[in-house]
T-cell receptor, first 116, second 111 residues
């Protein structure tokens, strides 16, 4: 099946710094990528949807200036957590969809962010 | 959108027994549903899917049942094995739209 690579798998940063997470589709072109956040023992919550070459669509309650999403190419989307705080510590997961309107999503392996 | 809950419930089963994991969804416009398995520290892993024009679909050791009348999904795992221990999520999607996850259930398999 299609592979989505997410990097880094784990990151620890100091409060106030910014962290960038990359999501790459390795063997297909992703017209749409989704970013999720998951707190311990909870479900995955959709943060935003990004389409290649256009601005991301954020879910209600997600600060677009804090969680910057860039989808500059058909194989790469990045999520930057700006001025991270301890409450931003979470497991971030991306997923990618290959063909517009196709339901099949492929998930990355996730990034555990810990903000000290 | 889909209902997303907190504080995952736990289902404990004996190895070899069958497991049934349930999920309720709220968006009647959802027409495609997926069950995922998530192990600790990893991303969701696809198990089985079903479209809204079906009420049952079978895979290898797994069966998904869909009851649109009461907006309910279930995942049945036959002959549960220790390797099945994980968190299981249902997710629903409107055509071509975003995928929204349900509450999730922790499955613990006792040997």
């Amino acid at each position: 099946g299609a592979v989505v690579s997410q990097h880094p798998s784990r990151v620890i940063c100091k409060s106030g710094t910014s962290v960038k997470i990359e999501c790459r589709s390795l063997d297909f072109q992703a017209t749409t990528m989704f970013w999720y956040r998951q707190f311990p023992k909870q479900s995955l919550m959709l943060m935003a949807t990004s389409n290649e070459g256009s601005k991301a669509t954020y879910e209600q309650g997600v600060e677009k200036d804090k969680f910057l999403i860039n989808h500059a190419s058909l194989t790469l989307s990045t999520l930057t957590v700006t001025s991270a705080h301890p409450e931003d510590s979470s497991f971030y997961i991306c997923s990618a969809r290959a063909i517009q309107g196709n339901e099949k999503l492929f998930f990355g392996s996730g990034t555990q962010l810990s903000v000290l | 959108g889909e209902s997303v809950g907190l504080h995952l419930p736990t289902l404990s089963v004996q190895e070899g027994d069958n497991s049934i994991i349930n999920c309720a969804y709220s968006n009647s416009a959802s027409d495609y549903f997926i069950w995922y398995k998530q192990e600790s520290g990893k991303g969701p892993q696809f198990i089985i899917d079903i479209r809204s024009n079906m009420d049952k679909r079978q895979g290898q050791r797994v069966t998904v049942l869909l009851n649109k009348t009461v907006k309910h999904l279930s995942l049945q795992i036959a002959a549960t094995q220790p390797g099945d221990s994980a968190v299981y999520f249902c997710a629903g999607m409107e055509y071509g739209n975003k995928l929204v996850f349900g509450a999730g259930t922790i499955l613990r398999v006792k040997s």
